[in-house]
């Protein structure tokens, strides 16, 4: 299977515990922008149960909630896989986060995993409570959050414009 020359855009988060949903929200509000060549999905998920969302994109952009304490709720963060690398590990299926998975798709199936995947986290301030009500200093994120996944988006692009280019004789001049 080749890759689709498309970007995914997976938000991941509860609808229903309170900030966890900014990483759905700002995947629709991606979704609704109608963007050329970007599938959004919203999805209540995690671990090994993202890798069918990955198989067969070029590029993906995560979006989800992060609560590491470190920084002001509403920060927007951006990561690469390779941040995360120090929290893949060896446990039951059931414990797999999403750098594990990453790697167990790279490895179980390399030919249809994305060339580039990006995380846009937003730190939280509550994942406790059941609400469908964002607290003010995360909803007040939503718009940055949505930037970044744009500027995450335009990267990929250019380096899909370079990909292309690079096979292109033409685009050198020769």
């Known amino acids: 299977m080749a890759l689709n020359g498309r970007i995914a855009v997976i938000g991941l988060g509860s609808p229903v515990m309170t900030d966890d949903s900014i990483g759905l929200r700002v995947s629709q509000a ?3 922008m109608g963007l050329d060549g970007v599938d959004c999905f919203q999805e209540a998920v995690g671990g090994i149960e ?3 969302l990955l198989r067969g994109y070029s590029y993906a952009v995560f979006v989800d909630a992060i609560q590491t304490y470190e920084y002001g709720p509403g920060t927007v963060l951006i990561f690469d896989v390779a941040d995360f690398e120090s929290t893949v590990a060896d446990v039951p299926a059931h ?4 750098a594990t998975a990453i790697r167990i798709g790279r490895q179980m199936d390399p030919d249809t995993m994305p060339l580039g995947i990006r995380f846009v986290a937003i730190e939280i301030k509550d994942m406790q409570t059941m609400s469908e009500t964002l607290t003010p200093e995360v909803a007040s994120s939503q718009e940055s959050a949505k930037g970044a996944v744009l500027h995450v988006i335009k990267g990929f692009r250019d380096q899909m414009s370079s990909d292309d280019g690079s096979k292109d004789p033409t685009a050198s001049g020769q």
């Open 30 to 32: 991606i979704q609704d």
């Open 50 to 52: 993202v890798l069918p």
């Open 95 to 98: 414990d797999v986060n999403i």
